[in-house]
């Protein structure tokens, strides 16, 4: 594991750039024709590091208030909202309030295997058994 220090104190502890599955940010999963969703669930105080995306999605914060810091950059979003992230980027999360945070990518095969999906959305660094 590897441990950033954030402006105001904070410090992430994160597992390489894998993504994280934990029962205490519980995510669900749902499919239409071509498109994966991938739903978080945060309550506040929780921190998550984003996986780095390969290509260009939609994430929606359905409720919720959350700060958002993507590269040099911290926004706070209050849901309901919406924005495109860009190929290549990775986002610290941090809930001020419970929130619902949703990314929405393309899934051109109708793939359900998770983390076949994972592997052709993220640059993951998982290690198979």
């Known amino acids: 594991m590897k441990s950033l220090a954030l402006k105001h ?12 599955v934990t029962d205490e940010i519980p995510v669900t999963h749902d499919f239409a024709d071509q ?3 991938r739903q ?5 105080g929780q921190m998550v590091l984003g996986a780095k ?13 959350v700060s958002i810091k993507n ?16 190929a290549g980027a990775q986002r610290v999360i941090y809930a001020h ?9 393309k899934n051109p095969d109708n793939i359900t295997d998770i983390k076949k999906l994972e ?3 993220a640059y993951i660094n998982r290690k198979e058994t």
């Not at 978080?40 to 506040?44: E, G, P, V, Y």
């Not at 995306?53 to 208030?65: A, D, T, V």
């Not at 309030?97 to 990518?105: K, L, Y």
């Open 9 to 20: 104190d904070i410090e992430l502890v994160h597992n390489n750039g894998d993504i994280v």
């Open 35 to 37: 498109l994966y969703l």
């Open 40 to 44: 978080m669930k945060m309550k506040a």
């Open 53 to 65: 995306h390969k290509h260009k999605h939609i994430w929606f914060l359905l409720s919720g208030k």
């Open 71 to 86: 590269k040099d950059k911290i926004n706070i979003y209050t849901g309901p909202c919406y924005k495109i992230s860009e």
């Open 97 to 105: 309030e419970d929130s619902v945070f949703v990314n929405i990518h």
């Open 119 to 121: 592997t052709l959305i």
